[in-house]
C-alpha cells in the first residue's frame, strides 16, 4: 500500500495526526485538483458529466443543461440512442447501481425544448470560412462548436433535410422526428448556412470549395451497404437494411408480407426486425451467424425486440435461397465458434453438412456498411476499411478533416459527435483560435477514492420502468422509451457521487482541526485554499472529501 493510502487509512480510524507522522514537520499537504470522473472518461463528446448532474440535484436546471450543451447540442438525442458507455463506467455500480446518466441527459434536453432555451448568442466573427460536407451527427457537431469559436460555417448536405443516420437509419420508435427537428432548429439560430439537395461528388466540387473556404470537414458516412456475393441476384426477394429503413422513415416502407427474415447483428437488423413487425409483419426473425453475446447491437435493442416478439436464430450462416412448390426457403449452414478474429470476438466456422431452412416472404440483408471515398486530390489513405486520419481528425491533405463513419468502424452516434468536436478544435487550433483540451490523458477518481458513508444505497431509476407497453407499441411507431419526471431526476442526480468534482459540501472546513482550510468567494480558480501555515498534513479533509476532489500531495525535500 502507497504511503498516501496509508495516511487515508488512519486518518479516520485514529482522528489524530500522529499517526500520520506530520505534525509540525508535514511531510505531505492537501491539494484541490481536477481528476476527471471515469463516466467523463468514457464519453466520447468528452462530457463533464459530474457538474451537470450536480446542477439538476441543486434544481439549477438551466445552468446544468448550459454546462451539458458545452460539449453536446443534442442532449435529447443522445438521451435516446447513445450507446452511453459513460454508465458502464460508473463508479456507483460498485456500490449499489451505476447512475442512469442517459435518462437524466435526456430529462435535460427535453426540458430545455419545452422551455425554449437558446444557446447563448455567438458575440463574435471571425475571418475563416469552414465547409462540411455531410449533415450527420459528425458534422452537425463539427458545425456546432465550430460556430461557437465565432467562426463562418456552411454545411453541404445530399438529401433533403440535415442529420444524415438520425434522421433516415433511426426509427421514429426510438428517436421521434419532431425533437430531431427542434434540436437541429436551435442549432442553426446559431447562424450557420445549409445547403441540401447538393451533393458533392465529383473532384471539382471538392477543388472548388478548397478554393472558396480555409477547410474543410466531410463526414459523408458509411453508404455502401454490405452483400453476400451468392445473393447478387435475389435483388426482387431481398431488401436491403439501410435502403429499408430509409423507406420506413420516409414513409414508403413497401409490404413484406407475413414471413420476414433479417440477416444480421447491428443495430439495423434490430431495427429493419422491429419496424418490420410494426408495419404488419407476422413473424420476425434475425438470423446471427454468431450467439446474442457477439451480437454489436446495444444489448438493451435487443431485450426489447425480444419482448415485441422478433424471434432469433444464432449460429447460422444464409447459403443460398430455395424454392418448392412455391415456397421459397433461405437455407442456412449451421455454425460454431472458433478462435477469436480481428475483431476480438470468435469466429464463426462452419459445421460440415449441417444445415438450417426458413420460409420466408421477404429478406432483409442487414450486414453492415462501408465507405465511398471522398473524390478529393490524391493520397488519400483506406486504414482498417475506412479513410484513415490522424489523432486530430485531418486527413493527408492539409486543411481537409474528416469524421463520423467515414473513418471509423466504432458506429455509434456519441462517437461520430466526438470526432466531429475533435475536429472543431483542431481547426481552431489551426486558425490561431483557443481550444479546449480533453481529458484523455488524465487519470480518473478510482472507486476507492469515494467516501461511501456519505452516500446512502438507493437503487437507480430502472429506464425498463418507462416504457410503452408491449402491446401498444408493436402497432405503430411510437416512442417505446419514456421520459423521467423532475422529481425522479433530481433523485437519481442525488444518487451521483460527482466523482473529482468539487459540490461545495464544506466537509474539508468542517473537519479541519487546525483551522487550515478558507472558503474562496466568486466562481473563477478553487472553492477552497489551505492555509500552509497552519496545515499540519492530517489528511481529515482529504478522508472527509466525499468524493475524492482532494489528495494528499507529497511535498519536496
Given at each position: 500500500m502507497s504511503k498516501a493510502a496509508n495516511m487515508l487509512s488512519t486518518a479516520w480510524t485514529t482522528l489524530r495526526s500522529d499517526a500520520l507522522n506530520t505534525g509540525t514537520w508535514r511531510s505531505a499537504i492537501p491539494t484541490y485538483r481536477y481528476c476527471p470522473s471515469p463516466c467523463h472518461q468514457a464519453c466520447p463528446v468528452n462530457n463533464d458529466i459530474p457538474a451537470w448532474i450536480d446542477g439538476i440535484e441543486k434544481g439549477e436546471l438551466?445552468?446544468?443543461?448550459?454546462?451539458?450543451?458545452?460539449?453536446?447540442?443534442?442532449?435529447?438525442?443522445?438521451?435516446?440512442?447513445?450507446?452511453?458507455?459513460?454508465?458502464?463506467?460508473?463508479?456507483?455500480?460498485?456500490?449499489?447501481?451505476?447512475?442512469?446518466?442517459?435518462?437524466?441527459?435526456?430529462?435535460?434536453?427535453?426540458?430545455?425544448?419545452?422551455?425554449?432555451?437558446?444557446?447563448?448568442?455567438?458575440?463574435?466573427?471571425?475571418?475563416?470560412?469552414?465547409?462540411?460536407?455531410?449533415?450527420?451527427?459528425?458534422?452537425?457537431?463539427?458545425?456546432?462548436?465550430?460556430?461557437?469559436?465565432?467562426?463562418?460555417?456552411?454545411?453541404?448536405?445530399?438529401?433533403?433535410?440535415?442529420?444524415?443516420?438520425?434522421?433516415?437509419?433511426?426509427?421514429?420508435?426510438?428517436?421521434?422526428?419532431?425533437?430531431?427537428?427542434?434540436?437541429?432548429?436551435?442549432?442553426?439560430?446559431?447562424?450557420?448556412?445549409?445547403?441540401?439537395?447538393?451533393?458533392?461528388?465529383?473532384?471539382?466540387?471538392?477543388?472548388?470549395?478548397?478554393?472558396?473556404?480555409?477547410?474543410?470537414f466531410i463526414s459523408t458516412g458509411a453508404q455502401r451497404s454490405r452483400k453476400l456475393a451468392q445473393f447478387e441476384d435475389s435483388s426482387g426477394i431481398i431488401q436491403d437494411g439501410l435502403d429499408y429503413l430509409y423507406k420506413v422513415n420516409s414513409g414508403q416502407a413497401p409490404g413484406l408480407g407475413q414471413k420476414v427474415l433479417v440477416i444480421g447483428g447491428g443495430n439495423t437488423a434490430i431495427d429493419t426486425a422491429r419496424s418490420a413487425k410494426r408495419l404488419g409483419a407476422d413473424q420476425v426473425m434475425i438470423i446471427y451467424r454468431r450467439t446474442e453475446e457477439e451480437m454489436p447491437s446495444q444489448k438493451s435493442e435487443i431485450l426489447e425486440a425480444g419482448e415485441e416478439g422478433i424471434l432469433f436464430t444464432f449460429l447460422a450462416s444464409p447459403v443460398r435461397i430455395e424454392k418448392e412448390n412455391g415456397v421459397q426457403k433461405l437455407v442456412c449452414q449451421k455454425m460454431q465458434l472458433g478462435e477469436n478474429d480481428s475483431s476480438g470476438r470468435p469466429r464463426p466456422e462452419p459445421i460440415k453438412d449441417a444445415y438450417l431452412s426458413f420460409e420466408a416472404?421477404?429478406?432483409?440483408?442487414?450486414?453492415?456498411?462501408?465507405?465511398?471515398?471522398?473524390?478529393?486530390?490524391?493520397?488519400?489513405?483506406?486504414?482498417?476499411?475506412?479513410?484513415?486520419?490522424?489523432?486530430?481528425?485531418?486527413?493527408?491533405?492539409?486543411?481537409?478533416?474528416?469524421?463520423?463513419?467515414?473513418?471509423?468502424?466504432?458506429?455509434?452516434?456519441?462517437?461520430?459527435?466526438?470526432?466531429?468536436?475533435?475536429?472543431?478544435?483542431?481547426?481552431?487550433?489551426?486558425?490561431?483560435?483557443?481550444?479546449?483540451?480533453?481529458?484523455?490523458?488524465?487519470?480518473?477518481?478510482?472507486?476507492?477514492?469515494?467516501?461511501?458513508?456519505?452516500?446512502?444505497?438507493?437503487?437507480?431509476?430502472?429506464?425498463?420502468?418507462?416504457?410503452?407497453?408491449?402491446?401498444d407499441r408493436i402497432k405503430n411507431f411510437e416512442e417505446v422509451q419514456l421520459g423521467i419526471s423532475e422529481e425522479q431526476a433530481i433523485g437519481e442526480a442525488t444518487r451521483c457521487f460527482n466523482c473529482g468534482f468539487c459540490t461545495v459540501c464544506d466537509n474539508c472546513y468542517y473537519f479541519c482541526p487546525d483551522m487550515a482550510i478558507a472558503r474562496n468567494s466568486g466562481e473563477d480558480g478553487p472553492n477552497y485554499t489551505v492555509l500552509d501555515q497552519y496545515c499540519k498534513g492530517c489528511g481529515l479533509c482529504v478522508r472527509e472529501c466525499p468524493r475524492g476532489a482532494i489528495v494528499l500531495k507529497e511535498e519536496s525535500k
Open positions: 438551466h445552468g446544468a443543461w448550459l454546462k451539458l450543451a458545452v460539449n453536446n447540442p443534442f442532449p435529447s438525442i443522445t438521451g435516446r440512442v447513445c450507446h452511453h458507455p459513460c454508465e458502464s463506467y460508473c463508479n456507483r455500480g460498485q456500490y449499489d447501481e451505476k447512475i442512469s446518466i442517459r435518462m437524466l441527459e435526456r430529462y435535460l434536453g427535453d426540458l430545455s425544448l419545452e422551455r425554449g432555451w437558446s444557446f447563448p448568442a455567438v458575440d463574435v466573427a471571425k475571418k475563416e470560412r469552414v465547409a462540411i460536407i455531410g449533415g450527420g451527427p459528425a458534422g452537425l457537431s463539427a458545425a456546432y462548436h465550430l460556430r461557437l469559436e465565432g467562426y463562418t460555417v456552411e454545411i453541404y448536405e445530399a438529401r433533403q433535410k440535415l442529420g444524415g443516420l438520425l434522421r433516415y437509419g433511426i426509427p421514429a420508435y426510438r428517436l421521434p422526428k419532431e425533437v430531431l427537428d427542434r434540436e437541429i432548429d436551435r442549432l442553426l439560430e446559431l447562424g450557420i448556412e445549409v445547403h441540401t439537395d447538393v451533393a458533392i461528388n465529383t473532384p471539382g466540387e471538392y477543388d472548388r470549395l478548397q478554393k472558396e473556404y480555409d477547410a474543410l416472404d421477404s429478406m432483409i440483408m442487414a450486414l453492415g456498411s462501408d465507405i465511398v471515398m471522398p473524390k478529393i486530390g490524391n493520397g488519400l489513405e483506406i486504414q482498417d476499411s475506412v479513410l484513415k486520419v490522424d489523432g486530430k481528425q485531418e486527413t493527408s491533405i492539409k486543411n481537409v478533416f474528416a469524421g463520423g463513419d467515414l473513418t471509423s468502424n466504432i458506429r455509434f452516434v456519441s462517437t461520430a459527435m466526438g470526432a466531429g468536436k475533435k475536429a472543431a478544435q483542431q481547426m481552431a487550433q489551426l486558425f490561431g483560435g483557443n481550444t479546449v483540451q480533453g481529458s484523455s490523458d488524465l487519470e480518473t477518481v478510482s472507486f476507492e477514492e469515494i467516501n461511501t458513508f456519505y452516500f446512502p444505497r438507493n437503487p437507480a431509476v430502472v429506464s425498463g420502468s418507462f416504457q410503452l407497453v408491449v402491446s
